[in-house]
């Protein structure tokens, strides 16, 4: 089944993260596959707010991954994988640790391990539009 979500404008984003989050309720592992700048980080930031995390969230682009605790008291685990030249690097900082420990997983630049993503992750698009709103799609 197709999905899709327009975010309007920046005001809109708590909306979508919320619709998001409850469109992909059972999915633990979700990889953003998007152009530089077209919000990645923006709209974890908000799926990051709608489940309570306290913590400021950025971009781990240096760190590879940051964790966070939800209010529910259930870590997620942001990825970053824009450095990640070889897909032997994203093993060796445990990859698949995270990946199996049934936590929400948001992934950015997942193009540069693809092949080590699991079957069952789900390749959402986001998409800048003319008139700068984003559309966000996947199909499970």
């Known amino acids: 089944m197709k999905h899709e979500i327009t975010i309007k404008d920046i005001a809109d984003l708590d909306r979508a993260a919320a619709e998001f989050l409850e469109q992909i309720a059972g999915n633990t592992l979700v ?3 998007a152009p530089m700048g077209s919000g990645k980080t923006t709209f974890t930031t908000a799926i990051c ?3 309570g995390v306290t913590d400021p969230v950025g971009s ?9 605790m939800c209010a529910d008291g259930d870590p997620m685990y942001h990825f970053d994988f824009y450095r990640i030249n ?12 995270y990946l199996d ?5 948001i ?3 997942p193009e540069n391990i693809e092949e080590l993503l699991p079957e069952e992750t789900l390749m959402v698009s986001i998409n800048v539009n003319p008139d700068q709103s984003r559309t966000i ?3 499970d």
């Not at 781990?60 to 966070?68: D, K, L, S």
């Open 31 to 33: 990889a953003f596959f």
């Open 49 to 51: 707010k709608a489940l």
């Open 60 to 68: 781990p682009t240096f760190a590879i991954v940051n964790e966070y």
């Open 86 to 97: 070889k897909p032997q690097e994203a093993i060796e900082i445990g990859l698949y640790d």
């Open 101 to 105: 420990s049934g936590c929400l997983c």
């Open 107 to 109: 992934m950015e630049w």
């Open 137 to 139: 799609t996947w199909e």
